[in-house]
């Protein structure tokens, strides 16, 4: 059986590696190949259908599950298996009560860090200036470059176990981007080098 209407197997959000979405059990016999192959899966249960022990590179989800949810679970699911994981402009947002929904995770995030993050989350992967948000987050009251550090350092250990990072672009500002657990820690609790030159993060 297929994928629901309007999904495709192998579907891949963005450049990088693609995820393919399948029916459990129906599709199950595929599974062997693609553990082998080392192809992330993920698995639409109907209701009542028992969850699978799942590999790393798998997940699950309930039918019947909306697009922005399909595409939300697709994006974890990339950034724990290595791939490229793209995300959608507002895809990231805390709402009205606080909370920022990850997949089945939440955290809360106090009020200027969650309007920070809202715009970051507006332009994922683009740059946001650090005046910009020091405009949205204190209108004309000047603060110094150590505020908006303050925050954003306090932000990215809330966010990082969410497959979240924030990084800080030299002379230019701040982007929001999707990483794999495996390198989304914060600077001061990696021994490792920065990944990229263009970086502080």
């Known amino acids: 059986m297929s994928a629901p209407s309007g999904v495709k197997q192998g579907f891949a959000p ?7 979405v399948l029916r459990w059990p129906v599709d199950a016999g595929q599974r062997a190949g693609l ?8 698995w639409l249960l109907d209701r009542g259908e028992l969850v699978p022990e799942l590999e790393e ?14 595409q939300s679970r697709v994006q974890r699911l990339l950034a724990r298996s290595g ?16 909370l920022l929904t990850v ?13 920070i993050l809202n715009r970051l989350g507006e332009a994922p992967g683009r740059v946001v200036s650090r005046e910009d948000l020091v405009r949205i ?18 932000l990215r250990a809330r966010i990082f176990h969410l497959g979240l990072t924030i990084h ?11 990483e794999s657990e495996s390198t989304n820690v914060p ?3 990696r021994d490792a080098p920065r990944r990229d030159p263009w970086s502080n993060s």
């Open 103 to 115: 997949g089945h995770q939440r955290v809360v995030v106090p009020l200027i860090e969650a309007t």
């Open 187 to 189: 600077a001061s609790e």
């Open 57 to 70: 590179s798998e997940a699950w989800a309930r039918l019947p599950v909306d697009a922005q949810d399909l």
């Open 168 to 178: 800080t672009i030299r002379g230019r500002g701040f982007l929001l981007a999707a």
């Open 35 to 42: 553990l082998a192959q080392g192809r992330p899966c993920l």
């Open 14 to 20: 963005g450049p990088g590696l693609a995820v393919e």
């Open 83 to 98: 791939g490229s994981a793209l995300l959608l402009p507002g895809e990231v947002r805390v709402d009205e009560d606080g």
């Open 137 to 154: 987050i204190w209108q004309d009251d000047r603060r110094n470059d150590r505020a908006i550090d303050s925050r954003i350092h306090t």
